[in-house]
């Protein structure tokens, strides 16, 4: 599977933030990206039972629908505490308007129920790259840390301003957003993706 410079790949994705960082990841390597919003592709029901699952389903689907290669991306937090949910639920815990208000506060009720106060949790990303009726290859990445309440900032999306990162003080709502793309799961999940060199200059 090879991607030469100039190629068009659909991110099959509607989250307008997922699909932002993306295209920031995508930038430096000459791919023209567009969003399957943007081409009115309708999302798959995500029946996977993983994040790699969810991930194949959605880049099969928008490479087929599109005739185009598409990336998708499936990714959640899995807070060890409440046994790795949300995990793979993660959107859906934040109801039909992908309020994440909602299930950050779900996330923070639970805890205290359980009379958990230094929360670990990981976000888990699952990247595949699929070619419209043919290969698919799908790469994982984890970022691990801790979770703080109440949610701080409002550079990112999802979960961000509830997840502190190993190493760091600030949430991913906090951080600037070029560091978050230098250390997130997506990021790690994406240079496995370039290291295993399927964007080439040309063929």
């Known amino acids: 599977m090879k991607l030469p410079r100039g190629s068009m790949l659909v991110v099959a994705s509607h989250n307008p933030g997922k699909v932002r960082e993306i295209k920031a990841l995508l930038g430096p390597h000459g791919i023209e990206p567009l969003s399957a919003g943007s081409l009115g592709l309708p999302e798959p029901e995500e029946t996977g039972l993983t994040f790699a699952a969810n991930a194949e389903l959605k880049a099969?689907?928008?490479?087929?629908?599109?005739?185009?290669?598409?990336?998708?991306?499936?990714?959640?937090?899995?807070?060890?505490?409440?046994?790795?949910?949300?995990?793979?639920?993660?959107?859906?815990?934040?109801?039909?308007?992908?309020?994440?208000?909602?299930?950050?506060?779900?996330?923070?009720?639970?805890?205290k129920e359980k009379g958990v106060s230094d929360a670990k949790a990981h976000f888990t990303c699952a990247l595949s790259l699929a070619l419209p009726h043919g290969e698919m290859q799908t790469f994982l990445g984890e970022v691990h840390?801790?979770?703080?309440?109440?949610?701080?900032?409002?550079?990112?999306f999802g979960y961000d301003p509830i997840f502190i990162a190993n190493g760091?003080?600030?949430?991913?709502?906090?951080?600037?957003?070029?560091?978050?793309?230098?250390?997130?799961?997506?990021?790690?999940?994406?240079?496995?993706?370039?290291?295993?060199?399927?964007?080439?200059?040309?063929?």
């Open 168 to 203: 760091m003080d600030e949430t991913f709502g906090e951080i600037d957003p070029q560091i978050k793309h230098a250390m997130s799961h997506r990021a790690k999940a994406f240079e496995k993706l370039l290291h295993s060199g399927i964007f080439v200059e040309s063929l």
């Open 145 to 156: 840390g801790q979770l703080t309440f109440p949610p701080r900032g409002n550079r990112g």
């Open 60 to 111: 099969r689907a928008a490479a087929d629908a599109s005739r185009h290669a598409a990336l998708a991306d499936d990714s959640g937090l899995s807070v060890d505490a409440l046994d790795g949910a949300p995990g793979i639920y993660s959107a859906r815990w934040a109801g039909p308007a992908k309020d994440f208000r909602i299930a950050m506060a779900r996330i923070e009720k639970e805890l």
